[in-house]
């Protein structure tokens, strides 16, 4: 099964958009606000989607909640795709382009509330079926890892789509592919990762599942805290993560100046130049940072102190980012992207191991739900104002980078998570 499951992670991460979302958005003609707002709105959906699916998968079946989730995927790649090549060739007005937009996100928060909490469930349930519950950072860790070199492969081919078709808006639908591969190979999944699924599903059933895993995360202290952490790291990083797009594309062009300076190339074909090897090196170095996270475990002395030395890590790099952003120092921006990205892989096995130590078995799936969920909230609330700030500090010239307020914004909450992240998170009310 680890071999399915590092299957998954790969063709899950075969999201062909991702290293260009942000410029794709830009090239349909949205600005940061309505791009921070458009993000928004996705984490909403998710987050109201969230509040049933864990519980669904729970009670009806893990896998066949996987199956609707890649189901819903398809229908977004197909409906964000035809909106952004329809707008980009002026078929649709901006208006309606908003309205297919919106509809898309709907159907990604779909896909998202039926997967996230519930994979991790059935991996754990691997786990313990195997006796491996000793294991749970490394396996997470390494099933990650494959995740991640999925991305850096499809970084290449990413990369090669746009610089072939000349457009952003197209590598929706290439992402569909994978997909389709993804629900033929959940069919191979053993009955047993169901949990402890009845096979049928009623109202009734969910919301009593429900009731008992929120007054479990309401009542137990470690995971209220989990929660908030969730809600600061995660919510933080999703919603600033793609910034990078444009920080690579404008730091590309004085290198495309002086090293191509005779070959003709479109906008999008000279983001290519430099987005494509930042990116490959960024998803290889986070694919290391996700194996090799028990052993940071391992030398802390356990979960809760390496999460701590993480925010440490995390206030340091936005200390330096604070002037690297506002004097526009490409290198030393794009670096700390970097960064936050070899943290973040670093952090999310490590949180994930905290949950599932909190947590039963047959109330894991709804517990991660409810955990993706805090974290949508987070994004929710996050993506907005930095959009807004980001637009703001643009069009007022305050600065050299119109980036600058996502740094100061990671600077005081990575300061306030590690100052209140004292007692270890074992302790429980």
Not at 60 to 69: A, H, L, P, T
Request: aromatic share 14%.
């Amino acid at each position: 099964m680890l071999k399915r499951f590092s299957l998954y992670g790969f063709l899950k991460n075969q999201q062909y958009y991702e290293p260009f979302i942000v410029l794709a958005f830009l090239q349909m003609g949205l600005n940061y606000t309505l791009i921070g707002l458009l993000i928004a709105f996705r984490e909403m959906m998710v987050n109201i989607m969230e509040i049933p699916s864990g519980a669904v998968a729970d009670v009806w079946g893990r896998r066949k909640s996987m199956i609707v989730s890649f189901a819903a995927y398809i229908v977004h790649f197909t409906v964000i795709g035809s909106a952004g090549v329809a707008a980009v060739n002026g078929l649709i007005s901006f208006k309606l382009l908003l309205v297919l937009l919106f509809l898309s996100m709907f159907f990604y928060a779909v896909g998202d509330a039926f997967r996230t909490g519930t994979h991790k469930a059935m991996i754990f349930t691997w786990l313990r079926i195997q006796g491996r519950t000793n294991e749970t950072t490394a396996v997470y860790g390494y099933t990650r890892s494959w995740s991640k070199i999925g991305s850096a492969v499809s970084v290449v081919l990413a990369c090669f789509f746009v610089y072939y078709t000349r457009s952003y808006v197209y590598i929706f639908f290439f992402s569909i592919i994978p997909y389709v591969l993804n629900i033929i190979n959940f069919a191979g999944y053993q009955k047993e990762l169901d949990g402890e699924s009845t096979g049928s599903l009623s109202a009734r059933q969910v919301l009593v599942h429900l009731k008992g895993s929120l007054l479990e995360v309401i009542r137990n202290a470690s995971l209220r805290r989990l929660i908030l952490e969730s809600m600061g790291f995660e919510g933080f990083f999703k919603s600033i993560k793609d910034y990078l797009q444009p920080i690579l594309k404008q730091a590309a062009l004085p290198l495309i100046a002086l090293f191509f300076s005779g070959v003709v190339m479109t906008s999008e074909q000279k983001s290519v130049i430099l987005i494509g090897p930042v990116y490959f090196f960024l998803f290889i170095l986070s694919a290391l940072a996700s194996r090799k996270s028990h052993k940071l475990v391992r030398k802390t002395g356990g979960e809760d102190s390496t999460a701590r030395l993480i925010w440490l890590y995390m206030l340091f790099m936005m200390i330096l980012l604070v002037p690297a952003m506002y004097f526009r120092i490409y290198w030393a921006m794009i670096a700390g992207f970097i960064a936050l990205y070899i943290l973040q892989n670093l952090w999310r096995p490590v949180l994930i191991s905290r949950f599932d130590t909190h947590c039963s078995e047959a109330q894991g799936a709804t517990v991660l739900s409810i955990e993706s969920q805090a974290k949508s909230v987070g994004t929710m609330l996050i993506a907005p104002l930095m959009g807004a700030a980001v637009d703001f500090v643009k069009y007022r010239q305050i600065g050299k980078s119109e980036f600058w307020p996502v740094a100061v914004a990671g600077l005081i909450l990575s300061g306030l998570f590690f100052v209140t992240a004292v007692k270890s998170c074992n302790e429980t009310e």
